[in-house]
């Protein structure tokens, strides 16, 4: 009987550690040529609400921004996680452009302003401090952001962030965000400067190649730029903007709050639908802020699914409740 019993055991282990190789193996996934090296595969911690219609999710390791986005019409995740700028994620700008290529600021990226990314920094993911459901149709996440052109360096700030459904529509999900900036008065930085601020900052597969402009009414103006950086730029008249792919699934950005000219445009040829691919198209909202050192700046945006048609029905009705809405911005 010992002997049997010992024989199972030898068994279970070997199986064990079977398991646990294969499984090593799949989360050691090669990331593909000019994403960031420390990018896992797709979601390595995700948080997800699904309506049977729509799936988004959050990951903890990727700085709580939106890194899943699936529906009944495109099963697949669109989102582009190639590395800690892509994503769906917030992106905000303050003060002078600075040179700190001395403290080991990226070449690629000087001179550059305070630029806190969801994401994280051009080498590193941000840190995540709070990372729940606040209910069964919610994710709530808060964020401590990286600089964006340095390695491993977070900012003095605080991102929230609140995801879930529009009322009455299963098929869009609305989204609020909030920056608390805690940097020191005359810091380097210096005083609040009229800034740009992507609200959001959109990155999808590359297969969602079509952009087009919402101009209401089931209307719609075809957007063309060449590969980027740099942006092509655009301004929608009903702030919503949208990228299909060829089979005519598409995903639409509504974000009221926009005042500027929007970023848009591909990176990279082919047509992948890889989330984790180099290549990828981008979407970009742009609000112009006075973003000081203890500034608190809010605003919320809408991210609608489906066919041409279907989303236009549903920016309309949007437009109709929503046209008016605008950022707020406070200082401490």
């Given at each position: 009987?010992n ?13 064990a ?27 390595e ?6 309506n049977g ?33 892509r ?29 806190p ?14 990372f ?8 709530y996440g808060?964020?401590?952001p ?23 529509m ?11 900036a ?12 009229l800034?740009p601020?992507?609200?959001?900052a ?7 190649s ?22 092509g ?11 299909f ?66 989303i236009?029905?549903r920016?309309?009705?949007?437009w109709?409740?929503?046209?008016t ?8």
């Open positions: 009987m002997h049997v019993l010992s024989s199972r055991l030898l068994r279970l282990i070997a199986l550690v079977t398991i646990i190789t294969v499984t090593q193996a799949a989360d050691t996934e090669k990331v593909p040529a000019g994403a960031t090296p420390n990018i896992g595969p797709r979601g911690d995700l948080l997800t609400i699904d219609q729509v799936k988004v999710g959050i990951d903890r390791a990727k700085g709580a921004a939106i890194t899943w986005l699936s529906w009944a019409g495109y099963p697949k995740n669109m989102v582009n996680l190639a590395d800690p700028g994503l769906i994620q917030q992106s905000y700008y303050a003060g002078l452009r600075l040179d700190r290529t001395a403290d080991g600021q990226s070449k690629s990226w000087s001179p550059w302003s305070w630029n990314i969801q994401g994280g920094g051009v080498s590193s993911w941000a840190r995540v401090t709070v729940k459901h606040l209910d069964p149709h919610t994710l808060e964020t401590i990286k600089l964006w052109d340095m390695p491993n360096e977070e900012a003095a700030a605080l991102m929230r962030q609140w995801t879930g459904f529009e009322p009455g299963a098929d869009v999900v609305v989204v609020r965000c909030e920056l608390e805690k940097r020191t008065p005359g810091d380097r930085w210096g005083p609040a400067r800034s601020q992507e609200i959001p959109c990155y999808f597969t590359r297969n969602f079509a952009v087009k402009s919402y101009l209401g009414e089931g209307q719609w103006r075809d957007e063309t730029q060449p590969l980027g950086p740099p942006w730029r655009a301004k929608p008249p009903r702030n919503a903007m949208a990228c792919t060829p089979d005519g699934q598409g995903v639409a950005i509504f974000s009221p709050t926009a005042t500027q000219n929007w970023n848009f445009g591909p990176h990279g040829r082919g047509a992948s639908d890889d989330p984790v691919a180099a290549p990828c198209m981008h979407v970009a909202p742009i609000d112009r802020v006075l973003l000081g050192p203890t500034s608190t700046y809010r605003y919320r945006y809408w991210l609608v699914v489906g066919t041409q048609a279907h236009a029905t920016l309309d009705a949007l109709k409740q929503y046209a809405e605008r950022a707020e911005l406070s200082n401490r």
